[in-house]
């Protein structure tokens, strides 16, 4: 599909004025965290792509609903509130969730539900590892834009990578720069501004392992980064452009993030 703009994406403390801006930084974890009285604790089964299960441990249809759980956090995170339609989220662990979703169809990117780690005081040359495990579905449908991807923020939410795992649709921000081979996988490196860069991976995947610290230093080497440019937050979700306006299931099935320092 053709190039669109992508407004910037961070979470925000959920406050009455924060909703009315498209930015996803989550700043205050206790402030933000929504849940729905009367949660059913037991864990429901998750089949892949599958409806809203019956008794979630968490769901929301908040904006920016937000479960803690440990140091993870799942986000509803509806950033792009004036173009986006209703979007459930449920959750029986940060390993285990999904969303289902109804967006209009057009281009614009809507929402980013997201599972996210919070980071402070990391810079890249401290850390000696830092990668991921994953298995998604998204909807066997033909007609929804979307991608699954990793969302990382550097330097207080002022640099943005982003990589790209299983595209239904989407074209990276900017233009392609380079192509890089990190353990194994090749990926197309896009940059758009000083501050944006995308990793797209060549060809679909909805489960593997991606080596986030890899892709970072892949740019300190070309020049693009620094090793004391600061980790701020790792995310993981989908970026929904449209399903049509028909409700559609995305879920996770499998996800864990390991940081090595």
């Known amino acids: 599909m053709s190039s669109h703009a992508k407004p910037r994406r961070r979470l925000t403390t959920v406050t009455t004025a924060a909703l009315a801006k498209p930015r996803r930084r989550l700043a205050v974890l206790a402030a933000a965290v929504v849940v729905a009285p009367g949660l059913a604790l037991l864990a429901s089964s998750i089949p892949a792509n599958a409806a809203i299960p019956a008794n979630p441990r968490w769901e929301s249809s908040a904006p920016f609903g937000t479960w803690n759980t440990g140091k993870f956090d799942l986000y509803n995170n509806e950033w792009n509130t004036s173009a986006a339609g209703p979007q459930t989220i449920w959750g029986d662990s940060y390993k285990h969730w999904g969303v289902q979703s109804t967006q209009p169809d057009s281009t614009s990117v809507k929402t980013y539900p997201s599972v996210q780690e919070n980071y402070s005081n ?113 995310n993981f979700g989908w970026e929904i452009c449209s399903t049509d306006g028909a409700p559609m299931n995305f879920a996770v099935t499998n996800y864990s993030l390991t940081t090595r320092r």
């Open 122 to 234: 990391t810079t890249l040359g401290s850390l000696h590892g830092l990668w991921s495990s994953y298995a998604e579905r998204m909807p066997s449908a033909s007609n929804f834009d979307a991608e699954a991807a990793y969302d990382i923020w550097l330097n207080n939410y002022s640099i943005e990578i982003m990589v790209w795992v299983d595209n239904h649709g989407q074209r990276p921000a900017g233009s392609v720069v380079a192509t890089a081979s990190i353990y194994g996988k090749r990926f197309k490196v896009w940059q758009s501004g000083n501050s944006m860069f995308t990793f797209a991976l060549q060809g679909k995947q909805k489960r593997g392992t991606i080596h986030l610290l890899r892709t970072m230093k892949w740019l300190v080497r070309h020049g693009y980064l620094s090793s004391s440019d600061s980790l701020t937050q790792v």
